[in-house]
């Protein structure tokens, strides 16, 4: 009987994940390509226009040219540089656009000091002067003095520099990290919090530090969990604010990742740092499920968040979240194979609907110069989504009827024939303990195959290590493996597999005291040094070093 009630609520409760998100067919139109395929470019709305700048083209050669939309064509124009993997800033009301940086030589390499001023009203651009360091994969603000503050680069030579509006670039000062892409968000008292991932060399790593322009650097937990989705266009801030300037507020929404892959909403409100609840998990698990998942992009008309991405077998896929409903409602879009979409930073239409430009699908040699238009923004989409949430408390009700029903007939079966009245609360009591340790040794013997895959596979000395990794091995769903660490063990997943690899690094600092602290982190099953440095000492009160010196210590 309890394996048949645990099989029931397992369907039970995905059931209600199911329900607690909507599916929809995503509307989708190829617009005209582009005249010149490419990718790592500019998009923006200038003058009501589709507008793009810069990028590499095929060969992954920069481009000095750019392109506007308008009458069902797109018209090519002649950049005064190239500027691919470059920055842009609507100035002036988007009078004037700032465009500036980029890689220096062919196949991303270098960086440039180059920038240039597009003015839309005459299709024309000046180039005026140079940045105050070259750059690449960089981010600018406007703030509301009219000046941009710029930040971010290309593998290191990172520092904060201020343009002042009209023609200068100076220095500012210097960052606690170098970031590529970095967020670049304004807040309260004229403050801008700069924060994300750092790249070690060979891919990017979270960083919970934020440096800030006017104030000392602080550290965020939760950005050591869940690291920023970043693209190479286009500035955060504006895609992302869904504050109110006039009334003080300053509040974003940023997509964000896990080492397990699943997918969040953090929610900034001026300096404090959340996770925006969801009705259910984001439908999507970003590097396995979805290969490209775009930053998120939000409607502050519809109150709607977007997330773009491709999977396997390109079908696009959006997420919509109706951000300002607690917790909020979740929509997921998805549409037949497009062969030609590519792997591109989505831009918000004046329409509310989604526009993504040219882009890549497998290497940078090769850029596509296919326009897709993602229709999201008739209101129908909203209405009918509203609508279904009637259709989906009704599922939930009876889900939880369901549950009732299996639970009290399960009391029934273990219930003693021969308890009293007066027993009756002691009875209660004892089938309360007999539910609970049927389903705790259901979870004990999940607990163990975990254990025994971990022990003797020694799984956790993979740094890049996911609980959908062990999920599959052992033909379960990864949130019963979640949720059985948790109620067994107390902890999340990463923090027990992170025992696992502190207690093979102390034996190591013990075995082997002559390897260095860096290898035995990376022979310990840690992403990187400071991420090691960082477990063991949360862990023991001690640094590698001294925990292994107080070892040598007590067997002297």
Avoid at 434 to 459: G, R, Y
């Amino acid at each position: 009987m309890n394996r048949r009630l645990l099989l029931l609520l397992a369907c039970v409760l995905t059931t209600a994940v199911a329900v607690g998100q909507k599916t929809e067919k995503l509307q989708v139109e190829r617009l005209p390509d582009l005249n010149i395929a490419r990718y790592s470019h500019c998009v923006f709305y200038a003058n009501g226009e589709l507008t793009v700048v810069g990028g590499h083209t095929s060969g992954y050669v920069p481009t000095a040219t750019a392109e506007y939309y308008c009458d069902g064509a797109w018209h090519l124009m002649n950049a005064v540089y190239p500027h691919d993997d470059g920055m842009m800033v609507s100035l002036d009301g988007g009078r004037k656009v700032l465009i500036a940086g980029g890689h220096e030589k062919n196949l991303g390499i270098g960086q440039t000091f180059e920038a240039e001023m597009y003015y839309p009203e005459t299709h024309s651009f000046d180039g005026f002067g140079c940045l105050d360091r070259k750059r690449a994969l960089f981010q600018g603000v406007e703030l509301d003095s009219g000046q941009v503050l710029i930040v971010g680069n290309h593998m290191g030579n990172d520092a904060i520099e201020m343009f002042d509006g009209r023609k200068f670039f100076r220095h500012v000062r210097d960052v606690s990290a170098w970031r590529s892409m970095p967020y670049v968000l304004p807040v309260s008292g004229g403050d801008v919090m700069i924060f994300g991932s750092v790249w070690n060399g060979q891919r990017s790593l979270p960083c919970d530090i934020v440096d800030r322009l006017n104030g000392e650097p602080f550290h965020v937990p939760l950005l050591a969990e869940w690291m920023p989705i970043v693209f190479e266009q286009n500035s955060h801030a504006v895609k992302s604010f869904i504050g109110n300037k006039e009334m003080g507020e300053y509040s974003y929404l940023i997509s964000a990742f896990n080492d397990s892959g699943d997918v969040a909403i953090i929610l900034v409100e001026d300096t404090c740092f959340s996770l925006l609840p969801t009705t259910c998990p984001l439908p999507i698990a970003y590097g396995r499920d979805v290969l490209n998942l775009s930053p998120a992009v939000v409607d502050t008309h519809a109150h709607r968040l977007y997330l773009v991405g491709i999977d396997t077998s390109s079908k696009v896929m959006v997420v919509a979240v109706n951000y300002d409903q607690r917790p909020a409602p979740v929509t997921l879009y998805t549409s037949d194979p497009l062969p030609n979409f590519g792997n591109s930073s989505p831009l918000l239409t004046p329409d509310g609907d989604l526009v993504v430009t040219g882009g890549i699908i497998d290497d940078n040699f090769t850029p596509l110069a296919s326009v897709w238009l993602l229709r999201l923004g008739d209101g129908n989409a909203v209405a009918t989504a509203e609508s279904s949430w009637h259709r989906i408390w009704w599922w939930l009700l009876g889900a939880l009827m369901v549950v009732v029903v299996a639970v009290v007939l399960l009391r029934k079966r273990h219930k003693s024939p021969t308890s009293s009245a007066e027993g009756t609360p002691c009875a209660v009591s004892v089938e309360e303990n007999a539910e609970k340790t049927e389903v705790n040794s259901t979870d004990s013997d999940l607990m163990n195959s975990i254990v025994q895959l971990m022990e003797q596979q020694h799984l956790y000395l993979n740094p890049e290590l996911k609980v959908t990794d062990v999920a599959d091995v052992l033909g379960v769903h990864r949130n019963a493996v979640s949720a059985c660490i948790n109620s067994q063990q107390g902890c999340t997943f990463r923090q027990w597999v992170n025992d696992y690899r502190l207690q093979h690094a102390k034996r190591l600092l013990v075995d082997t005291p002559e390897m260095k602290m860096s290898a035995i982190g990376m022979e310990s099953g840690f992403a990187n040094e400071r991420s090691f440095f960082r477990s063991f000492k949360e862990a023991t009160g001690l640094t590698p070093k001294e925990w292994q010196a107080q070892q040598d210590k007590m067997t002297h």
